[in-house]
């Protein structure tokens, strides 16, 4: 079965500062894998997905994230934090080729201070 | 993107009643799905809305406590039946189209049984 790991429930950070979350996946087979954000009382946005085209995926709002066969890793990061990116992160895995049955992590709440 | 609407927003319901969350896309998609987000956690799949035959449940649910129907391409409904405290969750519907590896997400459904 399918399954991703998000390391640290939350995480924060300054201003300005990088933006890091991690995820790591498990998969027999080379997955297709996503990241999510939701905002307070909102629905989930998609960020960003990898689907085995670039290893590197440039989404909204100026997110990234590096596919890393060899760690098993699809970390999400900003190079410098806005106070409108504070929300909560999901990263999600599905199948190859389908994108239909999406696994959840638990998520990552970013924090943003002055 | 396909623009995703839910109705109702959200419900306190009494325990042992039912509630029927409507779910309307804006145009004609191949896959809908149902999912529940307990209260802190992240994201379940409940069950995959099939036009014209019954839906297919994930482990753990069923058929009777979650009915669901998809009359056509851009409409389905989820009932929680026999209400319980444990039900208080957000229920958000999603949709992916033909081709296209990505999974769009209404703005939920809050439910409160009391």
């Known amino acids: 079965a399918q399954s991703v790991t998000q390391l640290g429930s939350h995480v924060s950070v300054s201003e300005g500062a990088l933006v890091l979350l991690r995820c790591n996946y498990s998969s027999s087979v080379p997955p297709y894998l996503f990241w999510y954000v939701q905002y307070p009382n909102q629905g989930l946005q998609l960020l960003l997905k990898?689907?085995?085209?670039?290893?590197l995926v440039k989404g909204i709002n100026g997110f990234e994230a590096e596919f890393k066969k060899s760690e098993t890793s699809f970390h999400l990061t900003k190079p410098s934090a806005h106070m409108s990116d504070a929300a909560e992160y999901f990263c999600a895995v599905s199948d190859a080729g389908t994108a239909s049955k999406l696994t959840f992590g638990t998520g990552t709440r970013l924090q943003v201070t002055l | 993107s396909a623009v995703i609407s839910q109705k109702p927003s959200r419900d306190i319901c009494q325990r042992g009643t039912s509630l029927t969350i409507q779910c309307q896309v804006d145009?004609?998609?191949?896959?809908m799905f149902w999912y529940r987000q307990q209260p802190g956690q992240s994201l379940t799949l409940i069950a995959t809305?099939?036009?014209?035959?019954?839906?297919?449940?994930e482990s753990g649910f069923v058929i009777d406590k979650f009915p669901i129907s998809r009359p056509n391409l851009t409409f389905s409904t989820l009932t929680v039946s026999n209400l319980s405290p444990e039900d208080s969750s957000i229920y958000l519907c999603s949709v992916r189209a033909l081709a296209i590896y990505e999974q769009y997400f209404g703005p939920g459904t809050r439910l409160t049984v009391t």
């Open positions: 145009s004609q998609v191949t896959m």
């Open positions: 809305a099939n036009q014209g035959s019954e839906a297919t449940y």
């Open positions: 990898y689907t085995s085209a670039a290893t």
